[in-house]
């Protein structure tokens, strides 16, 4: 947005050690992209549930209750989403899924930016008119939020009338605290950053270290936001709330923008039409930061209510988190909290600063030509994949390389044949000797075993990495499960056991049941990342759809699993990714497992049960 404007950030993953606090609530009065796809999760697959409402899923949580406000940025719409967009959304999709199993009442916020001078040049480039622009790129991230499995609670575009009116009754407010005034401004421009440039950031030829591209002379008279007089009151908030900014490093970063002295910024544009015009005076149109910023508020509003800041504000600010590229950390660490204050409002809890992701050791942007395609990811690999791989193989918070033989790899090693396989195997075992019946509760089973303390701790490991936003820790002790039924698996071989009848065979039964109670474990634990493989281990294992849906983090206590629970035939719950490769004369060879050879060109045939 102007909120993830700047390169439609694409990041990725490092440990956060701090949950988010009911401390971190600040409230200041100074004067200063053929489908192998999943519908969403939480509003899901049958006609039963609506597309966009999550809030009903997993667990149900009290109306009253405080809501877990996460946000993604207001994506930018000069340009169809790409990859760096979808990570940052299935990042807080993953976040708010697992704050969902805890019981919290949460709000996920994500949308688009549709005001500027980029989007008038975009849509006349494509010859249509900006509103025309804007409804197209706007739904092709809504059917991309769809086909990631993204369960998201708002919506917001900021060409949104209510948007309009909460922009114009903020700027309103800061106007009345005189914070803001008219002034000539000029200085070197980057028309793809929307932002002037001190000259000592800038690389040779005064190009802009973000996007590569010279940034321009220009002079307009503007309307500017006094920032300057919030330096104070910055340094204090980051110095008595060091969680306020994360990961540390970020934080870092922030303190040192502000001791070096604060700017007032300009909040108007003159020369720049398809815009909110500025309260009082139409021959200006409100910069994007005053603009976009105002939509996490904005979306807060309900259909019906009435169209106030206030009331948005009554329905769920200040925000938990705002989870942002790094590039726009700036404007959300400094400018907006500058802003909130001027207005008399809370600040956000956390804003959490993601790293990029790279392709060719290079940062992804619209702007520079090396995106990757997220549709094209998603229709070669499913929705699953997509997810496990960027939140599994990328720290949150650091850049992150993509390769897609890396990506091939990983997901059939961890996906394919450490999860999908051991359930596979075992509930085969189950029909053959047991007639697909548990003989006894897991409870039982796992008595004198030291299997059932391993998955206890790795499940709470996963859990505390959940809450400290280490994506990547997470999933990690979730498949160490996994790893751990395999050696369960091929230690106690139960083939075996069953043929030698008697109480051999008796404890081979009990063996599967352990297994499986693990598996359903996994289940719940995997599903803030790959919600629709987990859906489909939970069906498996003789759960209703329902019970799916309402399922919560306690569940993953072990003894779920009953004696008598009829489990569901066998069937590959993730289908291995296999590649075709072309001989030398262009024919097409037979499958063949992926292989770490690059001598010849891949490409990606499709998929076939593990």
Not at 342 to 356: C, I, R, Y
């Amino acid at each position: 947005m102007a909120v993830a404007r700047m390169n439609m950030n694409c990041s990725i993953q490092s440990s956060l050690s701090c949950i988010l606090k009911p401390s971190y609530f600040f409230n200041f009065k100074t004067t200063q992209f053929k489908n192998r796809l999943y519908f969403p999760q939480n509003h899901l697959i049958s006609s039963k549930r609506s597309l966009l409402c999550t809030c009903s899923g997993n667990f149900q949580a009290s109306e009253k209750a405080e809501p877990f406000v996460i946000t993604t940025p207001l994506y930018y719409v000069n340009a169809p989403p790409h990859m760096g967009s979808a990570y940052s959304t299935i990042a807080a999709d993953a976040i708010a899924r697992f704050q969902r199993l805890l019981g919290k009442r949460v709000i996920l916020i994500t949308g688009t930016d549709e005001h500027g001078e980029k989007i008038a040049t975009a849509a006349s480039a494509r010859g249509s008119s900006p509103r025309e622009h804007c409804d197209v790129i706007s739904q092709a991230y809504k059917m991309l939020w769809k086909d990631l499995d993204i369960a998201y609670d708002k919506f917001i575009r900021t060409t949104d009338p209510k948007h309009e009116a909460i922009v114009e009754e903020f700027y309103s407010r800061v106007l009345a605290k005189d914070d803001i005034y008219r002034a000539d401004y000029e200085g070197l421009y980057c028309v793809n950053c929307e932002e002037y440039k001190d000259e000592k950031e800038l690389l040779e030829n005064n190009c802009c270290p973000t996007h590569l591209k010279p940034c321009v002379p220009r002079k307009e008279d503007n309307y500017f936001f006094a920032l300057s007089k919030y330096q104070k009151p910055l340094e204090e908030i980051l110095e008595q709330n060091p969680d306020f900014v994360q990961p540390s490093y970020r934080l870092n970063e922030v303190q040192g923008w502000i001791k070096n002295g604060l700017r007032d910024f300009s909040i108007s544009r003159a020369a720049v039409e398809w815009g909110i015009p500025v309260p009082n005076d139409n021959k200006q149109t409100i910069y994007v930061w005053f603009d976009a910023l105002l939509g996490y508020i904005t979306a807060l509003l309900e259909d019906k209510e009435q169209i106030s800041l206030q009331s948005a504000v009554s329905s769920g600010w200040p925000a938990s988190l705002h989870l942002i590229g790094k590039d726009i950390l700036r404007f959300h660490a400094v400018y907006w909290p500058a802003m909130l204050m001027s207005a008399g409002l809370s600040l956000p809890k956390m804003v959490f600063g993601h790293g990029f992701l790279t392709k060719d050791g290079m940062k992804m942007g619209k702007s520079l030509g090396n995106t990757i395609e997220p549709n094209e990811l998603v229709n070669k690999f499913g929705a699953d994949a997509v997810r496990y791989f960027f939140l599994r193989e990328v720290e949150f918070g650091s850049d992150g390389d993509y390769s897609e033989e890396r990506f091939v790899n990983i997901v059939n090693a961890h996906l394919a044949n450490t999860i999908g396989n051991l359930l596979n195997r075992t509930l085969g075992l189950l029909k053959k000797n047991c007639q697909s019946t548990l003989v006894v509760d897991s409870s039982i089973a796992a008595e004198g075993k030291d299997f059932k303390d391993t998955v206890e701790e790795l499940v709470e490991k996963a859990r505390i990495n959940y809450e400290n936003m280490s994506l990547s820790s997470a999933c990690e002790a979730v498949l160490e499960i996994g790893n751990a039924g395999n050696l369960y698996m091929d230690k106690h071989q139960p083939w075996s056991l069953f043929k030698q009848g008697g109480a051999a065979s008796e404890a081979a039964a009990k063996d599967l049941v352990v297994i499986l109670e693990a598996m359903r474990i996994i289940a719940i634990a995997l599903s803030p990342v790959a919600p629709s493989l987990c859906r489909q281990i939970y069906a498996q294992l003789g759960y209703s759809e329902d019970q799916f849906d309402n399922i919560n983090w306690s569940k993953t206590k072990w003894g779920g699993l009953k004696g008598g629970q009829v489990m569901a035939q066998p069937k590959p719950v993730f289908a291995r990714i296999e590649q075709i490769k072309e001989n030398e004369n262009g024919a097409e060879t037979a499958p063949q497992k992926v292989v770490k050879k690059k001598e010849k060109k891949q490409k990606v045939q499709g998929v076939i049960e593990a």
